[in-house]
């Protein structure tokens, strides 16, 4: 059964930061991994998608990585802003040919001006 | 291209009752999934449709129940709730197999 970790569980730095988040899998087997955001009381914008035969994938000041064999993922943010202040969740699917995404439980960020 | 969306956005039910939520997935977008977040348990997978066909179900009881219609819109209906039934109810649509998802903005239920 596949189980996600997100350390930290809560992060807080000052603007301008750079910062790395984690996300740990416990099967390699997967198709996908997904990074989300989600700000508080809403649904989950979707960050960045990166295919299991991938090994980064960059969306302005996001970068993600992936190292399937580890069962490890890392998001880096640079530069920091208030406006990142959101709960990141790293989420996996399968290679099972469902849908289904199994979720961590997610990093709280709050950024400080 | 407009986003999922969900309603409604906020319910507030009675034990005992019974509540139906929908979605509409992206234009284009074949299969839809559903997921229960909660702050004890966190997000959950429901089931997933992808052609009027569930494909896959999560471990929630019978109670939870789900269909999609040919234009690929989605209802999930939720009998007899109960109070640990309360959570975000969240849809996702994607493509196809494998595609990248895309959440809406969640439905609020609150069960009294």
């Known amino acids: 059964k596949q189980e996600v970790t997100q350390i930290p569980a809560a992060l807080s730095v000052p603007e301008g930061e750079n910062l790395v988040l984690n996300c740990s899998f416990t099967?390699?087997?997967?198709?996908?991994l997904q990074w989300f955001r989600q700000d508080p009381g809403k649904g989950l914008t979707s960050l960045l998608l990166i295919q299991s035969s991938q090994r980064e994938q960059t969306s302005g000041r996001l970068n993600a990585s992936l190292d399937k064999s580890s069962g490890r993922s890392t998001l880096y943010i640079a530069a920091s802003q208030p406006g990142d202040s959101a709960t990141y969740l790293c989420a996996v699917k399968g290679n099972t040919g469902f849908q289904k995404l199994v979720f961590g439980t997610g990093t709280r960020l709050l950024v400080s001006p | 291209k407009a986003g999922v969306t969900q309603t409604p956005r906020y319910l507030i039910k009675t034990r005992g009752q019974q509540v139906t939520l929908s979605c509409s997935p992206i234009?284009?977008?074949?299969?839809v999934s559903w997921y229960q977040q909660t702050p004890g348990q966190g997000l959950q997978f429901l089931f997933e449709y992808f052609s009027e066909t569930q494909r896959n179900k999560g471990n929630f009881p019978g109670r939870f129940s789900g269909r999609q219609f040919s234009n690929s819109r989605s209802e999930m209906n939720v009998s007899t709730l109960e109070l640990g039934d309360s959570a975000l109810y969240l849809c996702?649509?994607?493509?196809?197999?494998?595609?990248?998802?895309?959440f809406g903005p969640g439905t609020r239920l609150t069960v009294t």
């Open positions: 234009s284009g977008h074949r299969s």
């Open positions: 996702a649509s994607s493509p196809g197999q494998g595609g990248e998802q895309y």
């Open positions: 099967d390699s087997a997967i198709y996908n």
